[in-house]
């Protein structure tokens, strides 16, 4: 063992008295996040998976680290990544990490993949003391290195809950989040492994230049709200929930539904507070939201969420917007491809006049 990783378990076993044994009692079971990692000289793609319970052991976390100045952007090979499974053992307000690695494409031990797991630690840690504070920029000073790193926290993002991480006197980001979300259902853990850093070159290499023709308005109904669409759009076939889509070229570009979640009450109840029902339901779609780009309005009668997203390496542009009324609460959901819009900008300002459509407002 060289001295380097000596020195990173000697690190671990010094600091694992500093975290409460209650650590992870905020987390889901199946919660994942992938970060951009630009603090050292090796860049890394991060990845974390945290499960509450899997075979007969609990807390158990999923770290793989991506180096990404051998990953060539289309698929991993030897030496490009390193995959450990990773055992939490709380204990008296101790915790013990025992692991084993479980993917190994020809690399050493790589003590970046061990720093990797105190990362995760320290971060679910900073949360924990801040989680009833307000979201924003929180410091963090490190005297050994004598630098000041600004936090950035959002409650609605999965695990610790950390957006960004900055230089204080630095804008730059070193560390960022790319994407994440919940995995309900067991079988889903694989799909961790197709998780992969998408190269900026790829997302939206295809151009689609289309303007939209004007053509008669017509009365839509969905789920007890009413609004005008025009004859480009066209009622999709799915029974679970009411929507229209917008082809172009047999080739979706835009879609919005409305949907009847249940009663507030019921909600409440189990989530006790809407922004908590609503940082579920969007951490649940998995699909490749891009997290960094989360944009959350909370107001009286609801809550309001912008986001990117990536849908065969194009980039859309989407908004989820939870409202109630009365006892009831809906979520109209739009999404439209980013090059359809700015192409098209006025026609969709216009579909935005209909009084049950606030979108891009």
């Not at 063992?1 to 975290?19: E, G, P």
């Not at 974390?48 to 976390?61: Q, R, T």
Request: proline fraction near 2%.
């Amino acid at each position: 063992m060289n001295k380097k990783i000596l020195y990173l378990i000697l690190f671990i076993l010094f600091n694992l008295s500093i975290y409460s044994n209650d650590l992870f009692e905020n987390l889901n079971n199946g919660e994942y996040a992938c970060y951009y990692d630009f603090r050292q000289k090796n860049p890394y793609y991060v990845q974390y998976l945290y499960l509450k319970k899997f075979g007969e052991s609990e807390n158990v976390l999923w770290v793989r680290s991506i180096n990404l100045n051998k990953y060539n952007g289309k698929k991993l090979g030897v030496g490009d990544h390193i995959m450990y499974q990773v055992f939490l053992i709380e204990k008296a307000g101790i915790i013990d990490i025992k692991g084993h690695k479980v993917l190994d494409y020809g690399l050493d031990d790589s003590p970046e993949t061990y720093q990797h797991v105190i990362d995760f630690l320290n971060q679910i840690n900073f949360y924990k003391k801040r989680m009833n504070k307000n979201d924003g920029e929180y410091e963090d000073y490190w005297p050994e290195y004598k630098r000041t790193y600004l936090h950035k926290l959002n409650k609605y993002l999965p695990l610790s809950r950390l957006e960004s991480t900055r230089l204080k006197d630095n804008n730059s980001k070193l560390y960022f989040i790319d994407r994440g979300g919940i995995f309900k259902k067991n079988e889903d853990l694989n799909k961790f492994y197709d998780f992969l850093p998408v190269a900026k070159n790829i997302i939206n290499a295809r151009k689609i230049d289309y303007k939209i023709p004007q053509v008669n308005l017509f009365e839509v109904k969905l789920n007890d709200f009413s609004f005008n669409l025009d004859g480009n759009w066209s009622k999709t076939d799915d029974s679970n929930t009411a929507s229209y889509i917008l082809k172009i070229n047999n080739e979706t570009l835009a879609r919005t539904s409305i949907e009847k979640l249940g009663s507030l009450n019921d909600i409440n109840s189990k989530y006790i507070e809407l922004s908590n029902f609503a940082r579920y339901y969007i951490l649940t779609e998995n699909s490749y939201k891009m997290l960094h780009s989360l944009n959350i309005e909370e107001k009286e009668d609801g809550i309001l969420i912008r986001y990117l997203l990536v849908e065969n390496d194009l980039l859309f542009q989407g908004q989820k917007r939870f409202e109630v009324r009365g006892n009831d609460l809906y979520i109209h959901s739009f999404l439209v491809n980013e090059q359809i819009l700015r192409n098209n900008i006025i026609y969709f300002e216009n579909l935005s006049k209909n009084k049950n459509l606030k979108f891009f407002k």
